[in-house]
C-alpha cells in the first residue's frame, strides 16, 4: 500500500494550528486508493477512536444525497409472487408508452387482457423485470426505480449516475447497478453493489470493457458473487483481468481454504463466467485477445468454496469468444465457441461437457460447424437440448439452410448429433428458397418461430415419427418440419419477439407503427395491444428458482383444478350431441328419482294403517320374496305416463 502512496496531507486548524481530525492520502491509481479504503475503514486507532476512511468519489455522492428521506414501502414475499397463484393461471406483461408503465393481466385460455393499473415516472429511458419476476425496475437518467407487489406501487428506488442496467439477486437481498464502462459514464463508480433492504452501497468498481459488468453474477443462493475485475500489474504495467468471489454481505474475497486467508481465484484471463442453475459451481472461459492470445485458452469449472477445479478437454486452438450454457439440472454445459483457426479466421464450435467427479475433469464431446461455409447464426433454446445454425454456401447467396441439432446421450456421455436440414419451404417458390435466418422454440411440442431480416416470420413444429422395422425391437426416430399458417410481415424491423410463459403465445412488438401482435402456436393472431406509441412490451418472467413445498403445492392445486375444467369445457363443444342426450338422460332420472322418493315417503306414512288392514308388517318379512327386474329406461318411461296420468 504504502509503494504507491504519493502524498500525504494533514488538515489542520489555521489558527491554532491543531488538525481537525482528517487526513488526505493520494496514491498512485484509483486501484490503489480503492485497496486502501478497504484495508483502513473501521480501523480501531484507539479504543475509543476508529479511523473512517472513503475515497473522493465516495464523499462527493455523501455530499450530494438529498436531506429529505423516503421511507421504503417493502412487501413480503406473498405480496411479491402473489401473481403467480393466480386461480386462473394468467400471466402478466408491461407496456411502456413513453413515460407510462401500464402493468396487464393475460388470459391464455380466454384469449383476453385486463390492465392492472398505470403509473408514470420522468424521463423514463427503459424498464425490465427482475429475473424472478418480483420486481419491476424503471431506468431513468440518474436513478432505478423498483415497483411491486398487487398495485405496482414503489417499494424503493437507487441513485446511481447515468445507469443503464441493474441485477436483483435471486433471494433480493441485493441489487447491482451498472452506468457502462469508465469512457461511456465519465466516472469510475461504473458497477456499484447495494443491500436491498438498507439502501447500503456495499461496493463499486471501474469496469474499462463492456463485458466486466456481465460477469457479476449471483450463485443460486446468493451466497456468492462472482465478478471480473480489472487489476493494474505493477510488473508487467498491463491492465488484466482477475477473477473474485465475493461474500456479498461484507463485499470481502472469500477465503481460499488452504491459506485461510482472502484470494481470488487462481485462473489466468477470464473472460466469461457463468453460475450453474442449482449448485454452487462456476464455469470460466479464459482466454487472450489480440497478439497475446497463442495457446491461452481454456475452460474450467470451479466449485465454490472449496475451489476445486475440472479441467474441461485442452484447447489446441485460440478462443476469441465463447457463450456458456447450464442444462436445466445442471447435468451438461454446452458451449458455443468462436475460435481463430488455420483455415478460416473464424471457426465455430460446439462442445458439449459433462462432469466426471472421480477423474476431476470435464468428458466434453466437439461438434465442429467448420463444414459450413458461412455461418449466419446459432441459435441455442432455452432448454439448451436444441441447437439451430444458419448457414449458406456463398457470402452473396440469398438462400440459406437450416441445420438442427439435437442433446443425445446419459449421465455419462452425452453429444449434439445433427437431427434435420432444411433448405426450401414447400410453398415457397425454389428461386426463393429459404430466407429465414433466426429461430425461437416455444416449451411447447417443439413449436417455433422464424423470422428473417426484413420482418417477415412464420410459425412451424418439428415432428418425430417413430418407426419399428418388422422383427426388430430398435426404434428409430424420423424428424420432419411443417410450417403452420401463412409468412406473415410486420415491417423492416422488430423491436421485441418471444413467446410467453406457457410458450403458447407469441408477442411482436414492431418498431414502425409501436403496435404489440400477440399470436398463438399456430400462427393466428389472437390480440392486438394498441397503446398510443408503445416503447417497450415484456412478458413477466416465472420464478427461475427451486419453489417451497407450499407454493409447489398451490400451483399443482390451482393447475389440476383448471385443468379439469377446461378440459370438460372443451368436451362439451367436441361432444355436443353426446352432452345434450346425456342432460336429457340426467333429467329423467331426476324425475323418476323425485318420483320414488315421494311414493316411499307416501309408503312409510302409512305404516299404521297397512299393519291394521292387514295384521302385519311388510317391510320385516323375511320369507323369501320373487323379485323381478325391470329396465331402468322402461321403468323411467313407466314412471312419466303414471306421471302425466
Known amino acids: 500500500m504504502t509503494e504507491s502512496l504519493i502524498n ?3 488538515d489542520a486548524d489555521e489558527e491554532s494550528g491543531k488538525t481537525t481530525g482528517s487526513v488526505i492520502f493520494q496514491f498512485e491509481s484509483h486501484e ?30 455523501i455530499l450530494q444525497t438529498d436531506d429529505t428521506f423516503e421511507r421504503p414501502n417493502y412487501k413480503t414475499a406473498s405480496e411479491l409472487f402473489y401473481w403467480i397463484n393466480d386461480s386462473s393461471l394468467r400471466d402478466q406483461f ?4 413513453n413515460n407510462t408503465m401500464i402493468p396487464y393481466w393475460f388470459n391464455n385460455i380466454e384469449k383476453a387482457v385486463q390492465s392492472i393499473t398505470k403509473f408514470q415516472s420522468g424521463g423514463v429511458q427503459s424498464v425490465k423485470w427482475s429475473e424472478n419476476g418480483e420486481y419491476l425496475l424503471v431506468f ?34 441485493y441489487i447491482v447497478t451498472c452506468n457502462g464502462t469508465a469512457v461511456e459514464a465519465g466516472d469510475s463508480d461504473n458497477i456499484i453493489v447495494w443491500n436491498f433492504t438498507s439502501q447500503k452501497k456495499l461496493r463499486s468498481f471501474q469496469s474499462e470493457k463492456p463485458n466486466i459488468w456481465a460477469s457479476f453474477q449471483f450463485s443460486f443462493d ?14 508487467t504495467e498491463n491492465t488484466e483481468n482477475i477473477l473474485c468471489v465475493f461474500d456479498p454481505a461484507t463485499m470481502k474475497l472469500i477465503e481460499d481454504p488452504e491459506s485461510k486467508k482472502p484470494k481470488v481465484i487462481q485462473v489466468a484471463n477470464p473472460q466469461t463466467v457463468k453460475w450453474a442453475r442449482k449448485s454452487q459451481k462456476l464455469v470460466v472461459a479464459s482466454y487472450a485477445l489480440g497478439e497475446d492470445r497463442q495457446n491461452k485458452s481454456e475452460v474450467n469449472v470451479i466449485e465454490i468454496p472449496s475451489r ?59 461438434t465442429d460447424l467448420d463444414e459450413f461455409k458461412f455461418i449466419q447464426a446459432i441459435d441455442v433454446d432455452n432448454s439448451v437440448k436444441k441447437v439451430t445454425v444458419f448457414h449458406k454456401n456463398a457470402e452473396k447467396e440469398v438462400r440459406l439452410t437450416m441445420s438442427i441439432y439435437q442433446i443425445t446421450g446419459d449421465h455419462k456421455n452425452i453429444m449434439l448429433k445433427k437431427i434435420l436440414d432444411i433448405n426450401k419451404i414447400p410453398d415457397v417458390p425454389a428461386d426463393l428458397g429459404f430466407r429465414y435466418e433466426s429461430i425461437t422454440w416455444s416449451k411447447v411440442n417443439n413449436h417455433f418461430c422464424l423470422f428473417d431480416r426484413k420482418g417477415n416470420f412464420r410459425f412451424g413444429q418439428m415432428k418425430e415419427k417413430h418407426t419399428r422395422e418388422k422383427g426388430s425391437k430398435v426404434e428409430s426416430v424420423k424428424y420432419e418440419v411443417e410450417l403452420i399458417g401463412e ?5 423492416n424491423k422488430i423491436g421485441y419477439a418471444n413467446w410467453d410463459p406457457s410458450g403458447r403465445f407469441m408477442a411482436i412488438l414492431t418498431e414502425h407503427d409501436s403496435r404489440v401482435h400477440v399470436y398463438n402456436i399456430f400462427g393466428l393472431k389472437a390480440m392486438t395491444i394498441d397503446e398510443e406509441k408503445t416503447n417497450q412490451f415484456i412478458w413477466r418472467p416465472r420464478k427461475a428458482f427451486i419453489l417451497t413445498k407450499k407454493e409447489d403445492d398451490d400451483i399443482k392445486k390451482n393447475s389440476k383444478k383448471m385443468y379439469e375444467y377446461y378440459n370438460e369445457e372443451d368436451d362439451k363443444i367436441l361432444n355436443a350431441k353426446e352432452h345434450q342426450e346425456r342432460a336429457k338422460l340426467q333429467e329423467k332420472k331426476e324425475k323418476f328419482l323425485k318420483f320414488m322418493n315421494l311414493g316411499k315417503k307416501r309408503w312409510d306414512e302409512m305404516l299404521d294403517e297397512r299393519v291394521d288392514a292387514l295384521g302385519w308388517d311388510e317391510d320385516v318379512i323375511e320369507d323369501g320374496v320373487n323379485i323381478e327386474i325391470i329396465d331402468n329406461m322402461q321403468l323411467i318411461e313407466e314412471t312419466e305416463k303414471v306421471t302425466a296420468a
Request: hydrophobic share 40%.
Open 8 to 10: 500525504i496531507h494533514i
Open 32 to 61: 490503489s486508493a480503492i485497496y486502501a479504503r478497504e484495508n483502513l475503514h473501521n480501523l480501531k486507532l484507539t479504543p475509543v477512536i476508529t479511523f473512517t476512511a472513503y475515497t473522493f468519489d465516495e464523499f462527493d455522492e
Open 94 to 97: 408491461i407496456v411502456r408508452s
Open 140 to 173: 431513468c437518467a440518474n436513478t432505478v426505480t423498483v415497483y411491486g407487489g398487487e398495485t405496482f406501487d414503489k417499494i424503493t428506488c437507487f441513485n446511481h449516475n447515468k445507469v443503464k442496467d441493474a441485477k436483483v439477486s435471486p433471494l433480493g437481498g
Open 222 to 235: 446468493e451466497k456468492y458473487l462472482a465478478g471480473i475485475k480489472e487489476h493494474y500489474n505493477t510488473d
Open 308 to 366: 476445486r477445479k475440472y479441467k474441461w478437454a485442452r484447447f489446441t486452438i485460440d478462443i476469441i469468444d465463447v457463450n456458456i450454457n447450464w442444462s436445466l439440472d445442471d447435468n451438461y454445459i454446452l458451449l458455443k465457441l468462436k475460435t481463430f483457426g488455420k483455415k478460416k479466421i473464424v471457426n465455430n464450435l460446439i462442445q458439449v461437457g459433462i462432469l466426471d467427479y472421480k477423474a476431476q475433469k470435464v468428458n466434453v464431446s466437439t
Open 487 to 491: 409468412p406473415e410481415f410486420v415491417g
